[in-house]
């Protein structure tokens, strides 16, 4: 837990007695390879943080699965449109590993808002980073084409290339496994 | 400028000194029909209120102009993409009508975070309500078919409709002009 007071360290200043009061706030979650933190239909209700592991985000279109994001090590999770107005989802965060997350209410949520000094600057911040990089990577999959998603998907998440399978690293992409490679292929040359 | 006053008042508290305080960061800006807000490979420098008048949002794929979102009296209008990390905009914001804004930069915004007593309340809260509608309407762009986007458009924009020309509602719905006729003949069965 010591990671998620940093990282919200490095955004406001918080006091001693703050730090315990936002740890209070949370509570642990495991999720195994494969299990959902959020399915499509249910409301999201957590944001989470990533203490450990790595999740995607994705979506269903015509029955394929479209992987838009990636969420590891020290991200905050959550589907904000579902989460902020309580309407079901229409995505999927699912665990790509075995991770440990904190996660938080809504109401709960709220309190660090209004009972931290500095709360709703941190909640300003912290939803502005997150809004800038969502819109993008949707506009991105609407508009941009497989060899442009592979050469974003090699900017923004090379780190984790070798812990992304590779169906899933395809879905980000946009195309079946089979002509992943042959992308690879063409963009090596 | 009441009117943007009245906005802010409606989110957060504001003192009389902080409602002057507010009016003297924001300037005046007159749109003509069909002007520009922001344009594709330009910095978003602003933030604006729209005291009057209408404004799209739009983007172009594969040579279309795609219109994904509208703006009308007392909404806020920023492509956030672009205005908060300071990068060139992919997405254009376009007066329809003969527009009067209110708007404001971006360090004078980080003033009235910092100096208006719930200023940084104000923007964690509002930028949550854009954050929602703008994820909301990108998706539908990229996964609805056009008998739904048709009727996104009469759920969310209804009372617009009179003031948007009709080649634009098409762009909306991602059909041609010569479409949107047959979609509405066939919804009104």
Redesign the interface.
Same mark, same amino acid.
């Given at each position: 837990m010591h990671s998620l007071v940093a990282k919200i360290g490095k955004i406001v200043r918080l006091s001693e007695q703050e730090q315990a009061f936002v740890q209070s706030l949370f509570s642990k979650r495991a999720l195994d390879k494969g299990e959902f933190f959020l399915k499509e239909g249910q409301v999201c209700r957590h944001l989470g943080f990533v203490e450990q592991g790595l999740l995607r985000y994705y979506?269903i279109?015509d029955g394929e699965e479209i992987t838009y994001s990636f969420a590891v090590e020290y991200d905050f999770i959550s589907n904000?449109?579902s989460f $902020?107005?309580e309407q079901p989802s229409?995505k999927y965060i699912q665990a790509l590993e075995n991770c440990v997350v904190w996660q938080i209410e809504k109401t709960s949520l709220q309190r660090l808002?209004s009972e931290v000094r500095?709360g709703?600057?941190f909640?300003?911040i912290a939803?502005?980073q997150v809004?800038?990089q $969502? $819109?993008?990577r $949707?506009?991105s999959?609407?508009?941009d084409d497989p060899e442009t998603r592979y050469l974003r998907f090699m900017e923004e998440h090379r780190e984790i290339q070798q812990r992304v399978p590779q169906y899933i690293i395809a879905s980000y992409v946009g195309v079946k496994p089979q002509s992943l490679s042959r992308i690879r292929k063409r963009m090596s040359q």
């Open positions: 979506m279109k904000y449109e $902020l107005p229409d808002y500095e709703d600057r909640g300003r939803i502005e809004f800038v $969502l $819109l993008n $949707l506009s999959v609407y508009r």
